[in-house]
């Protein structure tokens, strides 16, 4: 039985076309997928993310298992509402999932996972709390709503001005509380704005005020093109249980400086070298790059992992996984219906805050 | 969705405009450009290239995904439509107006088994 948020109602009403995404009935975009892409680039719009779970995390252990759970380090998290992005990782090094925790004190946490790991999340972190004085709880009833782009926060601000005072301080990656609200600087779309975490009941009433202060609907198409472009990688597409994070463009999320700490999927990330990176892929010849293209370099074959038409820089880009020793600027051959196009290696962050990087 | 009287239909949602001069002229229906999305990119024949009925021959590709596009009869390419090329959007903005590529046709029993426009509305509503 496919799931429905509790903007279902609203989307329609609003002539999304609706697709099943990872078991959710979801809106893959309200009429131009491309048009939405710009919107958020060039001013404010809202992304139903509800499918996606907050698990809550307390207890007098809480820190303290989440520093064996996850793979950077939620030590260094002290200031309230600081967010914290995260692999979980299996014991052999590969990603569970990846996951944004916010802290609100060594005791009370908040993790955000993906919707369609979420209940194989949930059972491992209950697996995984064996002997820790830890609370973890399933939060479905919440809903999420993305509000991003450059005008993102002041539209916000004008659909809910009593939410200012609680949100105009924040720092990027940080969040507050807000009555029964949870307002957090982050997002997957390389623009400014914030995402709402709130009770199913609010969630329409507040996607209504939000239209009304001229905040755009957008869908999940837009949402994978814009997260792309920022060079966010996509669980399930860009890495995955059998990809390492090193392999995966992810290194910057490891923490190992602290040597006693052991946290899952540690040694076997210090044993295994990667053989593989992700990198960027921008197209050269006409065509449009897709995931699972093969990729032709120097030192070996790779694969696009992630690849669509850049709205913003009106060419075709993807990320990519290939050969380490394949460097920044080479030229690569990518295989799109058994013919060879010339693509060039880049840094996989392609735009953001409105601009083109390349 | 607009489904002119006009023109001719294949299952395949391409739609086929008899010309006078023994040509036929050849894009995707309104019904297909809605259902790939935003297009973005496209693959057409070059003039000269001889196409058999059903064959694949040019591609369409959205945001979305990719669509190959089939001759809806046998003939050789006499035209390709270079301004589509350049703006790939129009054919999202009309479907009609935007053609694709003309097929100088060899075999006219061929359009015989093209469908007309109630034929293919019929088609449209199962896809």
């Given at each position: 039985m496919i799931k429905r948020t509790p903007l279902y109602e609203s989307h329609v009403a609003a002539g999304a076309k609706m697709v099943d995404f990872a078991g959710w009935d979801m809106p893959i975009h309200y009429g131009s997928q491309l048009e939405e892409h710009h919107i958020v680039r060039r001013d404010a719009g809202m992304f139903d993310v509800s499918h996606m779970r907050a698990v809550d995390v307390a207890g007098c252990d809480a820190q303290a298992w989440l520093r064996k759970l996850v793979a950077n380090d939620v030590a260094k998290l002290t200031l309230p509402g600081k967010a914290l992005y995260s692999c979980m990782l299996n014991p052999e090094g590969g990603v569970i999932d990846d996951l944004i925790i916010y802290f609100f004190s060594p005791t009370k946490y908040r993790i955000v996972v993906n919707a369609g790991t979420a209940d194989k999340d949930l059972a491992w972190m209950l697996k995984q709390a064996e002997g820790f004085n830890v609370a973890i709880t399933g939060r479905p009833e919440l809903a999420m709503i993305a509000v991003q782009g450059p005008n993102a926060r002041a539209k916000f601000w004008a659909a809910f001005p009593e939410a200012k005072a609680a949100s105009e301080n924040l720092i990027v990656f940080q969040a507050a509380e807000f009555n029964d609200w949870m307002i957090a600087r982050t997002g997957y779309t390389g623009e400014d704005g914030f995402e709402i975490t709130l009770p199913a009941a609010d969630a329409p009433g507040a996607w209504k005020k939000l239209l009304a202060a001229d905040v755009a609907p957008i869908g999940l198409g837009a949402r994978d093109t814009l997260r792309l472009e920022a060079g966010m990688n996509l669980y399930g597409s860009d890495m995955d249980e059998t990809t390492l994070p090193t392999?995966?463009?992810?290194?910057?999320?490891?923490?190992?400086?602290?040597?006693?700490?052991?946290?899952?999927?540690?040694?076997?990330?210090?044993?295994?070298?990667?053989?593989?990176?992700?990198?960027?892929?921008?197209?050269?010849?006409?065509?449009?790059?897709?995931?699972?293209?093969?990729?032709?370099?120097?030192?070996?074959n790779g694969e696009t992992t992630?690849?669509?038409?850049?709205?913003?820089?009106?060419?075709?880009?993807?990320?990519?996984?290939?050969?380490?020793?394949?460097?920044?600027?080479?030229?690569?051959?990518?295989?799109?219906?058994?013919?060879?196009?010339?693509?060039?290696?880049?840094?996989?962050?392609?735009?953001?805050?409105?601009?083109?990087?390349? | 969705m607009s489904i002119p009287n006009d023109l001719k239909y294949t299952k395949s949602h391409e739609w086929v405009r008899q010309e006078a001069d023994g040509t036929v002229t050849v894009g995707i229906t309104d019904h297909a450009q809605e259902a790939l999305g935003d297009i973005v990119f496209l693959e057409l024949p070059e003039a000269g290239r001889t196409v058999?009925?059903?064959?694949?021959?040019?591609?369409?590709?959205?945001?979305?995904?990719?669509?190959?596009?089939?001759?809806?009869?046998?003939?050789?390419?006499?035209?390709?439509?270079?301004?589509?090329?350049?703006?790939?959007?129009?054919?999202?903005?009309?479907?009609?107006?935007?053609?694709?590529?003309?097929?100088?046709?060899?075999?006219?029993?061929?359009?015989?088994?093209?469908?007309?426009?109630?034929?293919?509305?019929?088609?449209?509503?199962e896809h």
């Open positions: 392999e995966s463009g992810l290194t910057w999320t490891l923490d190992l400086k602290d040597e006693k700490r052991d946290f899952i999927g540690k040694s076997a990330l210090v044993a295994r070298h990667p053989q593989r990176q992700l990198v960027g892929l921008l197209l050269e010849d006409r065509g449009v790059l897709r995931s699972h293209q093969q990729i032709i370099t120097k030192q070996g992630s690849g669509s038409f850049s709205p913003t820089l009106q060419r075709s880009i993807a990320l990519a996984r290939v050969p380490l020793g394949v460097n920044i600027g080479d030229e690569v051959d990518v295989i799109v219906r058994d013919k060879p196009l010339k693509a060039r290696v880049v840094k996989p962050n392609f735009a953001r805050h409105g601009k083109a990087l390349i | 058999k009925a059903g064959e694949e021959c040019a591609v369409v590709e959205s945001v979305k995904a990719a669509s190959d596009i089939y001759a809806p009869v046998s003939g050789e390419v006499v035209a390709r439509n270079d301004a589509a090329i350049d703006a790939p959007e129009s054919v999202n903005q009309d479907a009609y107006a935007a053609w694709l590529f003309k097929i100088k046709v060899t075999d006219v029993s061929e359009l015989a088994a093209l469908l007309d426009a109630v034929g293919y509305a019929k088609v449209a509503d």
